[in-house]
């Protein structure tokens, strides 16, 4: 069982102080030194680390009506003021008697906040909850053929005695043996986020995945924090032509087209066969009346691969159209 | 009753149709750009329009209040509704704990008694 004096309260402590650094690089240790044989097989074996964010709040679930409180729970700690009782209209569904992770996603975006998909691996987990952050994860409690799915918030884990704590169900505090407990995440794909400022990737993240969480908002027109987003995204992956060409998409749908063009620039300096920033850029530089100057890019081009060609083609058509026109405005 | 759900399905389909995001189809938006397309997932207005009508049919279905529905639907990204109406009905939707203790017994009598091999 776990030792109450041994327990380090993350959510006590200042993120990036000398404590949390330290837990983190045994938490590393424990992770890199556990041998992974199997899926179910947990990657804890002799650490002597130990963490739970105690302050991590708790909303039961009644039994009679669910109560969205994992996600509750999640939103209420990174921050934002709600109640289960108000996320029942966003996300719970009466006769599946529960809530779709799509739908789980959404709620989150509409709270300002991203839902950032963790890799697929236990220290993925770990890393977070070390990292002061619960994570809200999928359980199949029955069997693969009969599913019983439950969402819950891993809030610590005590790498010697080898369980999870979770915010779970009716329980505040339910401690679970690592196996038993990576089995039902396995059996739920391992699905787990976290929900973070749109200015705050975590650690761990991948440009690629934090562009996929950040995306949405793009494309539900809340434009103003796919931009913090994505802008987030530059200054972490400053080398990466993806996170430049999404910024320079959503300056384009904000109809700032200079700094749709520069950062669409920035992209193609880093990765010239970009077609998606090339494509786009024409498109921002024919938005503000400067059709003439999108000839270079084009002919600089080359052909494009098969897969992008008739987007490529309908863009010169659009162009062919406007024709070869010199800028209408001065905007740099 | 009957009558005022299909103008509120109308009215929804109305609302995706004008909304979609970009303007217009040779600009790639950044959700497009990064979702595998292991499954082309289409993006065009009207498909939007139509993945937007099933996922909110079948959210009434489920008993979903239709004034919910339409705005749970415009939450939604472009992706996440094609995947949605493709995948809904079999999509792990997570819930209370009330039944499990009974199911378990059930499965697990059933799998002492030879009936079938629950653990997969």
């Given amino acids: 069982m776990l030792q109450g004096d041994e327990v380090v309260p993350l959510g006590k402590l200042c993120r990036g102080s000398g404590a949390v650094k330290t837990v983190a690089s045994a938490l590393l240790a424990v992770v890199l030194s556990g041998c992974v044989t199997s899926p179910g097989q947990q990657e804890l074996l002799g650490a002597a680390s130990v963490a739970e964010l105690t302050e991590v709040p708790f909303f039961a679930q009644d039994e009679y009506q669910c109560r969205p409180a994992a996600l509750a ?20 569904v009466p006769d599946r008697k529960g809530s779709l992770q799509a739908e789980l ?17 236990p220290r993925a987990l770990l890393e977070e909850v070390g990292d002061g952050r619960p994570v809200l994860l999928l359980q199949n409690l029955g069997f693969e053929r009969w599913p019983i799915w439950h969402y819950a918030v891993l809030i610590g884990f005590d790498a010697q005695e080898k369980t999870f704590v979770l915010r779970s169900g009716t329980e505040a505090r339910h401690t679970i043996s690592a196996n038993r407990f990576l089995n039902s995440w396995q059996r739920a794909e ?38 913090e987003g994505y802008a987030a995204g530059v200054q972490r992956w400053p080398e990466d032509p993806l996170v430049w060409t999404a910024l320079g998409n959503v300056r384009y749908l904000q109809e700032e087209f200079a700094k749709a063009e520069q950062a669409y620039g920035e992209a193609l300096a880093r990765a010239p066969d970009h077609w998606p920033a090339r494509n786009n850029l024409v498109w921002a530089l024919m938005a503000r009346g400067c059709a003439g100057l999108a000839r270079p890019w084009i002919d600089a081009a080359g052909s494009p691969p098969a897969d992008f060609a008739a987007t490529w083609n309908r863009t ?13 405005t001065v905007q740099l | 009753m009957r009558k005022q759900k299909t103008s ?66 415009a939450a939604l990204s ?43």
């Fill in chain 1, 73 to 92: 729970t999640v939103l209420v700690h990174g921050g934002v003021a709600v109640t289960p009782e108000q996320l029942v209209s966003k996300v719970y």
């Fill in chain 1, 105 to 121: 996603l959404a709620a989150t975006r509409s709270h300002g906040r991203v839902p950032y998909r963790l890799a697929d691996s």
């Fill in chain 1, 190 to 227: 391992r699905w787990a986020i976290v929900a973070v400022s749109p200015s705050d990737p975590p650690a761990g993240a991948s440009a690629l995945g934090w562009l996929r969480a950040v995306a949405p908002f793009e494309s539900t027109g809340e434009l103003a924090i796919a931009a």
């Fill in chain 1, 316 to 328: 010169l058509g659009e162009l062919a159209e406007m024709g070869d026109g010199g800028c209408d």
């Fill in chain 2, 8 to 73: 509120v399905m109308a009215l929804l389909v109305a609302a995706l149709l004008v909304s979609t995001f970009p303007a217009h189809a040779g600009f790639v938006g950044t959700e497009q750009m990064v979702t595998e397309q292991t499954r082309a997932v289409s993006l065009n207005r009207i498909e939007h329009a139509l993945a937007g009508a099933e996922v909110a049919a079948q959210l009434e279905a489920w008993g979903v209040s239709s004034e919910q529905v339409a705005t749970r639907v």
């Fill in chain 2, 78 to 120: 472009d992706i996440e509704l094609a995947q949605l109406a493709d995948t809904m009905e079999t999509d792990p939707a997570g819930g209370v704990l009330v039944v499990l203790g009974v199911v378990f017994l059930v499965l697990i009598v059933l799998h002492v008694a030879g009936v079938f091999n629950a653990f997969r």
